[in-house]
């Protein structure tokens, strides 16, 4: 997304090149506000839309190269857009209306959201409303029903109470719009804010957030730097996740900040990644002491399997071996109590190793390690007790 590839046309205006050219330089706040959409219970956005350009076929000379159409229901994993067709084609006769359709972020055209009727975004909207005169303008917007404000500039986000508005210019080539952009990218958003204590409350009630993946192979962390989301990012790291571990794509969070354009989360992640990362003291009960529990509990259990069977060899009266599946037992809550002593040490190195299925390498190493390890100690103490040695 720091680099922008964009499929033109031939002909095609000097202005609408450069506004499409912003509107992918500035597509990770629509991204942002998407993401706060998707949480709202009550939703605040009357559309939310991209214009993307679909490429024609070259050896038809009767059609233009590419089709530029909107689609919504936006998806986007860092590199690829999904959506449903918001309109019918005229010709790229293989879609129509209400198709499905995934495109690279290279193909995005333009962007724009609208709340109260308000538009946000709509850069090439913009470049030919500009070029229209007052009268056919009026009558654009509406047909369209909607407030897209003064030609030639554009409104990225909505401002919070008593706030001037987010007003850059079209081509993004003035040192003000400059200097928006940056304050825009160390501004939180509003919901972000507000909802700091609730995240910071959700995280130690449900700590498998931090560290599950989804069915698309990414964890919370991954998804929250994507959208720019600091605050949540910051809570994240606080709590133990990992800026190194990597999504299906291979992306770390690390390498997802710089794509997207988010300079104060790589800031974030990289000073977390110098600094060990170490994670926020829990406000509830600590883990470590139901760890030491087990661990105390696992090594009675192991006395009276071993000890007690070998004490009344030596004594030299006969003693019964207690079944394998108890030898299980003993060690796999031995494990447990372990792991749960070592806490977000033990999760840290889980999420560096390899994701298999729903579990983790290392998950799976450590049961298949202690299922084992009980087996052989289970059949060595029998032999010993038996006399087979």
Not at 56 to 69: G, H, K
Not at 316 to 325: F, N, P
Request: net charge negative.
């Amino acid at each position: 997304m720091t680099e922008h590839v964009i499929y033109s046309v031939e002909g095609e205006s000097q202005a609408l090149k450069e506004a499409v050219a912003s509107a992918q330089a500035t597509f990770k706040f629509f991204w942002r506000e998407l993401s706060w959409e998707a949480r709202r219970i009550v939703k605040c956005l009357d559309m939310a839309a991209v214009k993307m350009s679909f490429v024609l076929d070259p050896d038809n000379p009767d059609i233009p190269a590419v089709e530029n159409m909107w689609v919504t229901d936006i998806d986007f994993d860092g590199q690829t857009i999904t959506g449903v067709l918001l309109n019918e084609p005229r010709w790229a006769t293989e879609f129509k209306a209400s198709d499905p359709v995934s495109l690279p972020f290279a193909a995005l055209n333009d962007w724009m959201f609208v709340r109260d009727g308000r538009v946000y975004g709509g850069f090439t909207v913009d470049a030919l409303r500009s070029s229209m005169a007052a009268d056919e303008r009026a009558e654009h917007d509406a047909a369209w029903g909607l407030d897209f404000g003064e030609p030639g500039s554009i409104e990225l986000a909505p401002a919070a109470d008593g706030q001037a508005p987010w007003l850059l210019t079209r081509a993004l080539s003035t040192t003000a719009d400059l200097q928006m952009l940056a304050a825009l990218e160390c501004t939180d958003h509003p919901m972000a804010v507000n909802m700091r204590e609730k995240v910071e409350e959700g995280l130690r009630q449900y700590p498998e957030m931090i560290s599950d993946y989804d069915d698309r192979g990414w964890l919370l962390l991954h998804r929250e730097v994507l959208a720019g989301n600091y605050p949540v990012v910051h809570a994240l790291l606080r709590h133990g996740a990992d800026p190194r571990a990597a999504n299906s794509q291979g992306q770390s969070a690390q390498a997802l900040a710089a794509e997207a354009g988010w300079p104060r989360i790589a800031e974030l992640l990289q000073c977390d990644m110098a600094q060990g990362g170490e994670p926020v003291a829990s406000k509830g009960l600590p883990l470590w002491p139901i760890g030491l529990s087990l661990v105390a509990l696992a090594l009675a259990w192991l006395y009276y399997l071993i000890v007690v069977p070998l004490r009344a060899v030596w004594a030299g009266r006969g003693a019964e071996v207690a079944s394998t599946w108890d030898f299980v037992g003993a060690i796999l809550l031995l494990s447990v109590g372990v792991a749960s002593c070592t806490g977000p040490w033990y999760i840290r190195l889980r999420l560096r190793t390899p994701q298999w299925g729903a579990s983790r390498a290392l998950d799976v190493g450590a049961i298949t390690g202690a299922v084992v390890f009980a087996w052989v100690l289970h059949d060595q103490l029998l032999r010993y007790v038996s006399g087979s040695y």
